[in-house]
């Protein structure tokens, strides 16, 4: 499986983002998926998940309520809608597939390259 992210950029303190993260292949239904950050000089920490079929979520506290996971499984491809955002939420964001053995959230066996997010204060 190839993870290709997009959608991060600039944007000022209250605004909103939506990545995407398109997965080649035909297993892509098959895996669950997940949205982790690094900032720079900080550990890479996980941001959101969203298990093969879509019915269950799990979101880190920080963005509970403001972060939204979906995921459409004809498309292949996995959306982190991102609302008022914070100049806390600064960081390099990737998405992963898990096939299933690390738990939703917990890591990933494949990643994507990184699209950052910038928010300005």
């Known amino acids: 499986v190839q993870l290709q992210a997009s959608g991060g950029g600039l944007v000022q303190a209250g605004g909103s983002l939506r990545l995407s993260c398109a997965a080649s292949?035909?297993?892509?239904?098959?895996?669950?998926m997940g949205w982790f950050r690094q900032a720079p000089g900080k550990e890479r920490e996980f941001v959101a998940a969203i298990n093969w079929s879509g019915g269950r979520t799990s979101y880190a506290d920080s963005v509970k309520g403001r972060f939204t996971i979906s995921r459409d499984n004809a498309k292949n491809t996995v959306y982190l809608q991102m609302n008022s955002l914070k100049p806390e939420d600064t960081a390099a964001y990737y998405c992963?597939?898990?096939?299933?053995?690390?738990?939703?959230?917990?890591?990933?066996?494949?990643w994507g390259q990184g699209t950052q997010v910038t928010v300005s204060s």
């Open positions: 292949g035909r297993t892509f239904s098959s895996y669950d």
């Open positions: 992963a597939a898990d096939r299933g053995g690390y738990g939703l959230g917990s890591g990933g066996d494949y």
